[in-house]
Structures are given as structure tokens and as C-alpha cells.
């Protein structure tokens, strides 16, 4: 049975918006930082966005500043990941992931912090 699952990827045109979501098995997700990573053919796994288990705190990669926005709802035991603006450079498959306990914020671009990834799903975005 999967703990994290993916859904909202497609294709769209550059400028437009999605919303992915990620939604998780909740002993899985209550009192975890939750993140995104995406990879684009022949490239390796690259670290998008994180939040911390209360949403108070946030990290994006520089290359999404000001377009993309993480979210969670603890209540519903899901992460979210608002995309605006979208360019071609974002196509990519996108994938949710569950950071170990206790990783350090500084951490969250890294993959080895990463104990639970979901299936990924695609986003597509054509010029």
C-alpha cells in the first residue's frame, strides 16, 4: 500500500498553473517536515520545496522562488505544492517526500533525508 501519493500533474502551457498534492498515511505524516523533489529526463533528482511538520517554516530552491508555494494540512494529512508561472525548465516528474525525524531545515535539499518518496506525478509544460 502506498504512504504517499501524488496527484495533479498535466500539461500546460507556459504561464499557467497547477496545484499538486500529496496525500499521505497519517502515521506517516503527523510531526514530519514533508517536501517536493522533481527530475526531468536524464537529470538527476533536484530538491524543490519543503515545509516543516507545522507549516510554520518553508525552503524552496532558488529556481521556484516567488512561483511555487508548499503547503500542508495536517488535518487532511496532505502537502501541497502551488505552481505558478510555469516554464518549460519546470517539466519534470514531480515527487512528494517524507524527511526523516529530527532533519535539519538545512538539510532538506538533500535526498539522503528522505525516507518515504511517493510514486511521482507528471508535469508537462509546453511553450
Known amino acids: 500500500q502506498a504512504q504517499l501519493v501524488e496527484s495533479g500533474g498535466g500539461l500546460v502551457q507556459a504561464g499557467d498553473s497547477l496545484r499538486l498534492s500529496c496525500a499521505a498515511a497519517?502515521?506517516?505524516?503527523?510531526?514530519?517536515?514533508m517536501g517536493w523533489f522533481r527530475q526531468a529526463p536524464g537529470r538527476e533528482r533536484e530538491f524543490v520545496a519543503a515545509?516543516?511538520?507545522?507549516?510554520?517554516?518553508?525552503r524552496y530552491a532558488d529556481s521556484v522562488k516567488g512561483r511555487f508555494t508548499i503547503s500542508r494540512d495536517n488535518a487532511k494529512n496532505t502537502v501541497y505544492l502551488q505552481m505558478n508561472s510555469l516554464k518549460p525548465e519546470d517539466t519534470a516528474d514531480y515527487y512528494c517526500a517524507r524527511y526523516q525525524d529530527y532533519t535539519n531545515s538545512g538539510n532538506y535539499g538533500d535526498t539522503w533525508a528522505v525516507d518515504y518518496w511517493g510514486q511521482g506525478t507528471q508535469v508537462t509544460v509546453s511553450s
Open positions: 515545509i516543516n511538520w507545522n507549516g510554520i517554516n518553508t
Open positions: 497519517g502515521r506517516i505524516f503527523r510531526g514530519y517536515a
